[in-house]
């Protein structure tokens, strides 16, 4: 079997390592097991991390990179802002459906870095990283009525991510897309509607500019 570059042995370490805290937690993630759905041998494992805590690590940063790429490629056709929020929402359901481990991965990551000092800011710098993207998305939505204005930006940015945080827990508790979907168009009318009445863009079915 060819030598892997270590950036491949470190990718290939981190989706396991995703993988077997998403199915079984933290306590099994152990080197030798995530090694082991990694297809590698132990003794492979520290030339691509110092410790399984780096690893760890890397698992949060992986997935805020594999984040970004998803909602840097998302182009949205809307007609007024509620459909752009709901197509936001929508993409964000997908990759929730699609990725149900990594939530849960994520889940149990953050409680074993909040018992772990020297890990203990990474969940802090990931929920920075999900402030960032959405705040990118609600003024990049808000540009195209020609609103700039931080103090909504920062209160659609709130809500949203409440938003979020409570389809990510409906959904991994039910797995019902369903319901995911018609939260979706519920929360899209009321951002909607916050932003009308904030801006006073007339009824909430300003037409997107080209």
Known sequence: ????????????LIEA?????????????????IVAEAGMSLG?????????????AACFESVAESERDAFEQFTVAADDFRDYARQTFDLYIDLLVRHTDLQLALYELTLYASRHPELRSLPGEYRRHTRELITELVIRGMAQYGIDDDALVAELVNLALTITDGMTIGYVRERDEGALRRASAFASAAIDALLTSSAGIGGGQAAVSS
Do not use: C
């Open 1 to 12: 079997m060819p030598r892997l570059k270590v950036e491949d042995r470190r990718a290939a």
């Open 17 to 33: 390592a995703i993988t077997v805290i998403g199915e079984r937690g933290t306590a099994a993630a152990t080197t030798r097991g």
């Open 44 to 56: 492979s494992f520290h030339y691509a991390f110092a410790s399984r805590d780096a690893l760890f």
